[in-house]
């Protein structure tokens, strides 16, 4: 078993690397607007809110909020939109996320939120929702519930549904692969509230992930561009513990490197 000790702490290691780059706890995060006091909203402002955010994309401002234990999600402190009848739309260029990632979602009402990447691609150091924002994964409005989809940009852009809802009380993990050479995102989804409960995003078959591809990759911006992170709470929809997943390829040479040395350390001490 000792012989054992070695890899099975790189298997640790290798599967210990998701990094939460935005869990909006305090003290980092105080409650309230992110907006840092503003009175007003200015669209499309540089990241001069709490902690390098930027002003809103859509008029509302974001906001901390506190949220409770539900099931397998902590309660604590969320983001969320600091108008119930707007949408706060925002980028942070503090974290890139990288091409698989997950974050938790509640959506109270029926409306759009979730996570994008964000790209600065004419390299003016501000934001423009409707051409820089990577593929945003979450939820969107649909038939008067808040179905999990995909959307080419936060704001603007096609919609594409699952056509499976969330319940209106349940706090959700949604986990995200991107893949730049096939221009596939793919979505899977469990319940927290219901203690991790495996949502089936494709009743029609055996799977229970959601995946869309972009013909041709119009409306894709790799994720080898992105510079920061991007978010949208409208309503009362929340997003929290944005989390970014190592590359399975990473994760494969840190096996391979362990498994080399288990090999090695018999081979000397036979």
Same mark, same amino acid.
């Given at each position: 078993?000792?012989?054992?000790?070695?890899?099975?702490?790189?298997?640790?290691?290798?599967?210990?690397?998701?990094?939460?780059?935005f869990?909006?706890?305090?003290?980092?995060?105080?409650?309230?607007?992110?907006?840092?006091?503003?009175?007003?909203?200015?669209?499309?402002?540089?990241?001069?809110?709490?902690?390098?955010?930027?002003?809103?994309?859509?008029?509302?401002?974001?906001?901390?909020?506190?949220?409770?234990?539900?099931?397998?999600?902590?309660?604590?402190?969320?983001?969320?939109?600091?108008?119930?009848?707007?949408?706060?739309?925002?980028?942070?260029?503090?974290?890139?996320?990288?091409?698989?990632?997950? @974050?938790?979602?509640l959506?109270?009402?029926?409306?759009?939120?979730g996570?994008?990447?964000?790209?600065?691609?004419?390299?003016?150091?501000?934001?423009?929702?409707?051409?820089?924002?990577?593929?945003?994964?979450?939820?969107?409005?649909?038939?008067?519930?808040?179905? @999990?989809?995909?959307?080419?940009?936060?704001?603007?852009?096609?919609?594409?549904?699952?056509?499976?809802?969330?319940?209106?009380?349940d706090?959700?993990?949604?986990?995200?692969?991107?893949?730049?050479?096939?221009?596939?995102?793919?979505m899977?989804?469990?319940?927290?509230?219901?203690?991790?409960?495996?949502?089936?995003?494709?009743?029609?078959?055996?799977?229970?992930?959601?995946s869309?591809?972009?013909?041709?990759?119009?409306?894709?911006?790799?994720?080898?561009?992105?510079?920061?992170?991007?978010?949208?709470?409208?309503?009362?929809?929340?997003?929290?513990?944005?989390?970014?997943?190592?590359?399975?390829?990473a994760?494969?040479?840190?096996?391979?490197?362990?498994?080399?040395?288990?090999?090695?350390?018999?081979?000397?001490?036979?």
């Amino acid at each position: 078993m000792k012989k054992l000790i070695p890899f099975l702490t790189l298997v640790v290691a290798a599967t210990a690397q998701s990094q939460t780059l935005f869990d909006f706890e305090s003290p980092t995060y105080s409650t309230g607007n992110l907006t840092t006091g503003a009175t007003s909203v200015t669209t499309g402002a540089t990241f001069t809110g709490l902690n390098g955010w930027s002003q809103s994309g859509s008029g509302g401002p974001g906001a901390i909020v506190t949220t409770t234990t539900s099931g397998l999600y902590t309660g604590g402190q969320a983001l969320g939109s600091g108008n119930s009848g707007n949408a706060y739309i925002g980028v942070n260029n503090s974290f890139a996320l990288g091409s698989s990632f997950y @974050f938790d979602l509640l959506a109270p009402v029926a409306n759009k939120g979730g996570i994008s990447g964000f790209a600065d691609l004419n390299s003016d150091g501000n934001v423009s929702y409707s051409t820089e924002n990577g593929i945003f994964a979450g939820v969107l409005d649909s038939g008067g519930s808040s179905r @999990f989809a995909f959307r080419d940009l936060a704001i603007g852009g096609s919609s594409y549904s699952s056509g499976v809802a969330a319940n209106t009380t349940d706090w959700y993990r949604i986990s995200v692969t991107l893949d730049d050479s096939t221009w596939t995102a793919t979505m899977s989804v469990i319940n927290l509230t219901l203690g991790g409960t495996v949502v089936d995003l494709d009743p029609a078959t055996s799977a229970t992930s959601f995946s869309h591809t972009w013909t041709g990759g119009t409306g894709w911006i790799p994720t080898t561009s992105w510079t920061g992170t991007g978010a949208r709470a409208s309503g009362t929809i929340l997003v929290d513990n944005i989390t970014t997943v190592p590359e399975p390829s990473a994760i494969a040479m840190v096996l391979l490197g362990g498994a080399g040395l288990l090999i090695r350390s018999r081979r000397q001490q036979a």
